[in-house]
């Protein structure tokens, strides 16, 4: 049950981030890199993207 519940909350940070990624003002480069970083290595790309991504 805690497992599924700490993957449910990973899951919404990391729509959470993509959503955030789409809209800020960086290039469409920066957004589509940035966007897949995330997705490919979700762990260490929302806590790489939270401190040093694009801001809005």
């Given at each position: 049950?805690?497992?599924?519940l700490?993957?449910?909350?990973?899951?919404?940070?990391?729509?959470?981030?993509?959503?955030?990624i789409?809209?800020?003002?960086?290039?469409?480069?920066?957004?589509?890199?940035?966007?897949?970083?995330?997705?490919?290595?979700?762990?260490?790309?929302?806590?790489?993207?939270f401190?040093?991504?694009?801001?809005?």
């Amino acid at each position: 049950m805690l497992e599924g519940l700490l993957g449910l909350i990973h899951l919404v940070l990391i729509i959470w981030a993509v959503i955030n990624i789409l809209g800020s003002g960086a290039s469409t480069l920066a957004k589509v890199l940035w966007t897949l970083f995330v997705v490919i290595f979700p762990l260490v790309g929302f806590i790489v993207w939270f401190f040093v991504g694009p801001k809005n």
